[in-house]
């Protein structure tokens, strides 16, 4: 018994956690990231909060004791450098897509033209303030020039997560980041007739950028969590996603 009590005292001062500030829009693919990473490090507690970028870095910035930041866009774990809140520079784990979603099915193939119809009259799009897909929204509806004609539409959501959850149950279509759509729950959902990939060249690359927190300066296996974006299989997992990875 008092050998089991050891051994067991022995496993805990081994065993850590991590602790994951992540974006949204990554909520669909973490699960399969975390399930990789303990297939190699198995004793090793992941942790996730879940929230828009700019949430999550005001949360930081307040102290918030998160070990690694995976942004929506590289803008604000730069910002976290250079406040020296982030230990490791900011690095492009993904480029993130942008969808116009529909539960209803339509023809998609006018793509954000569509969003003038006069049968559209909600629009789900996430906070261009502090949400970075939201803001490429706002960019490619402004190269369309059609902001303006639409955006009294608008029903603007915290992050690009509730943008979804509004576009399955409050909007007539939602401008959602295409890694929902490959979600277990949501490949019911299929292209054309339910969404639709935003050209690209309409708006800004979405850089999504990884950096070590000065919370994780003692902390190896959040390290390795670093080092594990990186990997093959990580990639692998993002791109089964819908991300493109550098």
């Not at 004793?43 to 910035?61: D, F, P, R, W, Y």
């Not at 050209?199 to 979405?206: M, V």
């Amino acid at each position: 018994m008092k050998l089991f009590a050891l051994l067991f005292f022995v496993v805990s001062l081994q065993a850590s956690t991590i602790h994951l500030a992540i974006a949204a829009n990554v909520s669909y693919a973490i699960q399969d990231l975390k399930k990789e990473f303990l297939k190699q490090y198995p004793e090793v507690k992941v942790e996730v909060t879940l929230g828009g970028s700019g949430h999550l870095s005001a949360q930081i910035l307040r102290g918030a004791p998160y070990d690694l930041f995976l942004s929506a866009n590289m803008k604000y774990p730069q910002f976290l450098y250079e406040k020296s809140l982030a230990i490791s520079k900011p690095k492009v784990y993904a480029n993130g897509l942008l969808a116009l979603f529909s539960v209803k099915k339509r023809d998609l193939s006018k793509s954000l033209t569509l969003l003038k119809q006069k049968d559209i009259k909600k629009i789900a799009i996430a906070n261009p303030k502090t949400a970075p897909y939201g803001a490429a929204a706002v960019e490619a509806l402004k190269n369309l020039h059609i902001y303006k004609d639409i955006k009294s539409k608008f029903i603007y959501a915290h992050s690009i997560a509730q943008t979804l959850s509004y576009s399955l149950k409050a909007a007539d279509v939602g401008i959602v980041a295409i890694s929902a759509l490959y979600s277990d729950k949501l490949r019911k959902f299929q292209t054309p007739q339910h969404f639709m990939q935003i050209d690209q060249k309409l708006y800004t690359p979405i850089k999504q950028g990884v950096v070590l927190l000065k919370h994780a300066k003692n902390n190896d296996d959040a390290k390795y969590f670093l080092s594990f974006l990186e990997s093959k299989k990580a990639k692998q997992i993002f791109k089964e996603y819908g991300y493109i990875v550098p």
